[in-house]
């Protein structure tokens, strides 16, 4: 089975651009999770989706959107972006409603660096 | 709120030398406890966790963690590191409430080298 695959691997975007981040979860995963990871620091909550509802969000300025479809892969998006949008952005899947007793499979991740 | 402190942003050993990698955290209700590492350019694995029952956990590549309830502490130990053990490694908890997600520490980076 594929793991939890993310596209694209790379992004550049310019200031005020807007930008979409997409996921596919493991087969049977019907939650995902976005996190961002600045360089030197761990990777932070952005959203997590179960079942296409929004059942957890951190604490990020509303630039930042999320949803999930019917197959349960999921799209960041990110508006009016700002220098410090660039980041590792990670999607995380996993079978239950939230993440906090099972395991969350990660992607590698889509690097997005803003110029 | 839930906080997760990783007490050495580096650690350099050798190769065959013990490592320990300290985590503490701090939480008003009752969490699950994680370890992650990262290799570079890719996404985080899970290495272990502790959800109940044993306190001591361990990982099938030689590493253990314990918690400590008393300590608020979930320290990552192996007796002896691989040069393919030098990482990113990366403390978690998840609060046992709905709708909350993994907190993370800023990590450590394990350095080993022959």
């Known amino acids: 089975d594929a793991g939890v695959t993310q596209s694209p691997t790379h992004l550049i975007k310019t200031r005020g651009q807007q930008v979409t981040l997409r996921c596919s979860p493991i087969s049977g995963h019907k939650s995902v999770s976005w996190y961002q990871q600045v360089l030197g620091q761990g990777p932070q909550f952005i959203f997590q989706?179960?079942?296409?509802?929004?059942?957890g969000r951190g604490n990020f300025p509303d630039r930042f959107s999320a949803r999930q479809f019917p197959n349960y892969s999921s799209e960041l998006n990110v508006n009016a972006l700002l220098l410090g949008d660039s980041a590792l952005y990670l999607c995380?899947?996993?079978?239950?409603?939230?993440?906090?007793?099972?395991?969350?499979?990660f992607g590698q991740g889509t690097r997005l660096t803003v110029v | 709120a839930q906080s997760v402190t990783q007490l050495d942003s580096q650690v350099p050993v050798f190769e065959e030398a013990p490592v320990e990698l300290r985590c503490n955290y701090s939480?008003?209700?009752?969490?699950?406890l994680f370890w992650y590492v990262q290799y570079p350019n890719q996404g985080l694995q899970l290495l272990l966790k502790y959800l109940s029952g044993s306190t001591l956990v361990e990982s099938i590549n030689g590493f253990e963690a314990e918690f400590n309830k008393s300590q608020t502490s979930f320290h990552l130990r192996k007796p002896s590191v691989h040069i393919s053990d030098t990482a990113e490694y990366f403390c978690?908890?998840?609060?046992?409430?709905?709708?909350?997600?993994?907190?993370f520490g800023k990590g450590t980076t394990l350095s080993v080298s022959s």
């Open positions: 989706y179960y079942e296409k509802e929004e059942r």
């Open positions: 978690a908890v998840s609060p046992n409430q709905a709708g909350t997600a993994l907190i």
């Open positions: 939480s008003s209700v009752s969490v699950y």
């Open positions: 995380a899947s996993s079978l239950a409603k939230w993440q906090g007793n099972t395991e969350a499979f």
